[in-house]
């Protein structure tokens, strides 16, 4: 069945990049959208960004100019760009999907902004 999974976490310094992957699988679903939450220890889980079928983005004012959400239909990836990295930066990041048959999220992976 559908399964969502997160790869390219890890720990990064201030001011550092990371990549996040998030590679859906079961091709009979289609996506409307997918998106990237975050949640910090101690947090409610946030938006960071989302990018629709249409290719239209969204997000957060916080890491405006700093982020980027992309897609690779082909590969039924999604990815978000991290540039800038800041220590508030730091939380488990959960990829989700809109499909036609329901909503999804991956299990997340870390990402540790830290000297």
């Known amino acids: 069945q559908v399964q969502l999974v997160e790869s390219g976490g890890g720990l990064v310094q201030p001011g550092g990049s990371l990549r996040l992957s998030c590679a859906v699988s079961?091709?009979?679903?289609?996506?409307?959208?997918m998106g990237w939450y975050r949640q910090a220890p101690g947090k409610q889980r946030e938006l960071v960004a989302v990018?629709?079928?249409?290719?239209?983005?969204v997000y957060a004012e916080s890491v405006k100019g700093r982020f980027a959400i992309s897609r690779d239909n082909a590969k039924n990836t999604a990815y978000l760009q991290m540039n800038g990295l800041k220590p508030e930066d730091t939380a488990v990041y959960y990829c989700?999907?809109?499909?036609?048959?329901?909503?999804?999220w991956g299990q997340g992976t870390q990402v540790t902004v830290s000297s």
């Open positions: 989700k999907a809109v499909t036609d048959l329901g909503e999804y």
């Open positions: 079961g091709s009979i679903f289609r996506i409307y959208a």
């Open positions: 990018i629709t079928s249409g290719g239209s983005t």
